[in-house]
């Protein structure tokens, strides 16, 4: 059985209007303990949309709670609401209807997304010990994401894909690319355990799922 799930949007529509995908949205979920990174670049500009991560939850039957831990719009994500009702469609596709505010008119508004899903059966999910950097590898996708620290708060996180023997960056915020690659997830992290601490790159991390 599957542990780990890939999840691209492939539409988003903000009701009544028409659908559109305007970023490259890519979430990576650890199906036993709920944890997940979701970032969103947008396609045009290549600028960071939303990035975020925490734990997923059911709210009820097919409704889906996303509790932020970190967040790139806020320095409050447990604030943050994000709650949505999925439904199978039979194209497997899943559709997603909530409510959220949209950025082009910052109001509150419905929306419906399309959503295309992978489940896989390796992965791992880290964080350091003050939850202001969040990494995790599924399949041949990885992302990252963090708050760096000092008064700017700036944010900062990079979408990867795996690509024969190495990861290839395909979206990044300014100033990661050149050095990016040291930040790649080792290969074999079969050793980590979840719930535990680990010591890689001169940092503790804690082990959310693997």
Request: charged residues 20%.
């Given at each position: 059985?599957?542990?780990?799930?890939?999840?691209?949007?492939?539409?988003?529509?903000?009701?009544?209007?028409?659908?559109?995908?305007?970023?490259?949205?890519?979430?990576?979920?650890?199906?036993?303990?709920?944890?997940?990174?979701?970032?969103?670049?947008?396609?045009?500009?290549?600028?960071?949309?939303?990035?975020?991560?925490?734990?997923?939850?059911?709210?009820?039957?097919?409704?889906?709670?996303?509790?932020?831990?970190?967040?790139?719009?806020?320095?409050?994500?447990?604030?943050?609401?994000?709650?949505?009702?999925?439904?199978?469609?039979?194209?497997?596709?899943?559709?997603?209807?909530?409510?959220?505010?949209?950025?082009?008119?910052?109001?509150?508004?419905?929306?419906?997304?399309?959503?295309?899903?992978?489940e896989c059966h390796d992965?791992?999910?880290?964080?350091?010990?003050?939850?202001?950097?969040?990494?995790a590898r599924v399949g041949?996708?990885?992302?990252?994401?963090?708050?760096?620290?000092?008064?700017?708060?700036?944010?900062?996180?990079?979408?990867?894909?795996?690509?024969?023997?190495?990861?290839?960056?395909?979206?990044?915020?300014?100033?990661?690319?050149?050095?990016?690659?040291?930040?790649?997830?080792?290969?074999?992290?079969?050793?980590?355990?979840?719930?535990?601490?680990?010591?890689?790159?001169?940092?503790?991390?804690?082990?959310?799922?693997?």
């Amino acid at each position: 059985m599957a542990a780990f799930c890939v999840s691209f949007r492939e539409s988003i529509c903000w009701l009544p209007g028409e659908a559109s995908e305007p970023t490259q949205t890519v979430v990576l979920t650890g199906l036993k303990s709920g944890v997940f990174l979701d970032v969103r670049f947008e396609k045009t500009s290549g600028k960071l949309d939303w990035a975020f991560a925490g734990y997923r939850s059911s709210a009820g039957p097919n409704v889906a709670k996303f509790t932020h831990h970190i967040d790139s719009r806020t320095l409050n994500p447990l604030d943050v609401m994000d709650l949505g009702q999925n439904t199978p469609l039979p194209n497997g596709m899943t559709m997603e209807t909530g409510e959220m505010v949209n950025p082009a008119t910052g109001m509150v508004e419905a929306y419906e997304e399309m959503w295309r899903e992978k489940e896989c059966h390796d992965g791992v999910f880290v964080r350091n010990v003050t939850s202001s950097v969040w990494r995790a590898r599924v399949g041949t996708m990885q992302l990252a994401l963090g708050r760096t620290p000092g008064p700017k708060c700036d944010f900062w996180a990079w979408q990867a894909k795996k690509s024969g023997e190495g990861w290839v960056v395909g979206y990044a915020t300014p100033g990661l690319d050149a050095e990016v690659a040291d930040y790649f997830l080792p290969e074999d992290c079969s050793g980590w355990q979840a719930g535990s601490t680990v010591e890689w790159r001169g940092e503790t991390w804690v082990v959310l799922e693997n």
